[in-house]
């Protein structure tokens, strides 16, 4: 069963995703009629941005909905990755929409060409500047709340398309009532460019999901330090964190001393989980225990490393 607070978060990340599918329809019929009216490069690499903007959302859609479903028997630690696969579907989709942009851009500035109706083309990049402005409130709203890779990424497009769409009125501007008529598909180059950069930053937060990457080391150190407010643990060694969607997931080992009871180290651990979990909320917590002295795997620095000490040395 899935508990209260993960399903708001689901149902967070649900809508975010509903209102980009939404938003993106919207921008796509406006736009389709203003790349006719216009013939603009920079209009059309617009659109198409836009297009594949819809495909990605739906796909986002879907990978917050198979996240947010529970652990099962097949998929024991959940479903979270699935946004880090939608997230990495997304990236190949703003890299394809920039290639098909820059040749379409390269084919105007050989060819010739310019654009007409620019202050039709400018009015429905205005509108879908407002738009874009409101879904990446609302998405920006759901990321906090959740932590959703998948809203991120798509968010981070979307905060892409408002560069986009200024780029495509700059153009339609210069073009049309300054005469320069290779400001079209310069523009449309730049756009490109730009959407090639946004996949590569958008692209590493889910490779690093999928290679199951450490926590970045300020949090790890958090952690620690929250851990180190217990007396009664000592040694805390081969710490190891992930993320997968929005749920996180810890373990580590810690000595307590050998004549400790298994009750007793029992109910020293349930303390400590319950203390971390409390300041971690979407963490999965796995410790084990071992007798004080004890070496797990002599000769590896990730195993025997005592987080505890190197707190002490930096607690930076």
Known sequence: ??????????????????????????????????????????????????????????????????????????????????EALAAIF???????????????????????????AAEEGIAVSLAAIVATFALIAWQRHVVRRTGSLAIRTDSVHYQSDLLLNAAVIAALVLDQFMGLSQADPLFGLAIAAWLLWGAWRAGSDAVDQIMDREWPEERRQRFVALAARHPELSNLHDLRTRSSGTRDFVQFHVDLPGKTTVAAAHDIIERVEADLCRHFPQMELLIHIDPQGHVDEPGNPLVEADEFEKLEKDPE
């Open 90 to 116: 997304q990236v190949t989709l703003i890299a394809l929409s920039a290639a098909g942009i820059a040749f379409r851009a390269v084919l105007h500035l050989v060819e010739g060409g310019q654009t007409s």
């Open 1 to 82: 069963m899935m508990d209260q607070g993960a399903a708001h978060r689901a149902a967070l990340a649900r809508s975010a995703a509903l209102a980009s599918i939404a938003v993106a329809l919207f921008l796509a019929v406006i736009k389709s009629w203003a790349t006719w009216r216009t013939g603009s490069t920079a209009m059309l690499g617009s659109l198409a941005d836009t297009a594949l903007d819809l495909v990605a959302s739906l796909a986002t859609l879907a990978g917050v909905w198979i996240a947010a479903m529970p652990a099962d028997e097949d998929h024991r630690f959940g479903h979270g990755k699935a």
